[in-house]
């Protein structure tokens, strides 16, 4: 037994929020590994870009413009894909959003921004897809949650209420469809360079903090992603269902 039990030759993936940052590194990683994959975000020139290294490595990938507050979008993301391929055997639910605030100055426009995003976009991301999965018998869903969800910093309420809700959809969703043959699991990343993380790693005060909650003293790479998302889409991860994942230098560990 060797390396091609991690193969996803003949999979199809999903990824959402796929035109940078995680998402841009999961769907690439995903390809390498064998899998065709569908690439959703809502700039349609930036996931092209994305589309073009893909198929360098000699992989398809379908590009579909997707605004993840837009329940008809989604549902269109779904059916192209499965239009094109036939099947969806992953979804990597990604798109996210997140910005520090004082509480108490949070408009509400501001929770529901984040929430309908974060969290109500991967639940209809789920069901679009999830519908085509749950009549298959067969699936692999990825959520990437936070390390905000259960050991979060002050002025992060409404993200990590939104990473919150992702594991326990995973865990609840997880005992649902086990008897379908589709495993639900999240990845639970702290601190990573992208571009999300650039304001804090340029803030001396934010930086010094997240640094001393971290007992690696660094943040993560996108490229330190790739490996568990591969285990987790492919057929060895099987027996691996409801598990929320820290990725994130020890910071849960403290």
Known sequence: MGLEIFSLEGKTAVVTGASRGFGEA???????????????????????????????????????PTDMMDKAAIGQL??????????????????????????????EDEWDKIMNVNLKGYFLATQAVGQHMFKAKSGRIINISSAMAETP?????HYAASKGGINAMTKSLAQEWANRGITVNAIAPSYFETDMTENSRENEHANALIMSKTPLSRYGKVEELIGLVIYLAGD??????????PLDGGWSAG
């Not at 064998?34 to 870009?49: C, F, I, K, N, P």
């Not at 192209?80 to 004082?102: H, R, W, Y």
């Not at 910093?153 to 309420?157: D, M, Q, R, S």
């Not at 060895?236 to 994942?245: D, E, H, L, R």
Request: hydrophobic letters at 55%; a negative charge.
């Open 153 to 157: 910093l002050p002025y992060l309420a």
């Open 78 to 107: 779904a059916e192209k894909a499965i239009e094109t391929f036939g099947k969806i055997d992953i979804l990597v639910n990604n798109a996210g959003l997140g910005d520090s605030m004082p509480f108490l100055h949070m408009p």
């Open 26 to 64: 999961i769907a690439i990683g995903l390809a390498e590994a064998g899998a065709d994959v569908v690439l959703a975000a809502r700039t349609e020139s930036a996931l092209q870009e994305v589309a073009a290294k893909i198929e360098a490595l000699g992989r398809k990938a379908l590009v579909v």
């Open 236 to 245: 060895n991860s099987s027996y691996m269902t409801g598990a929320v994942i």
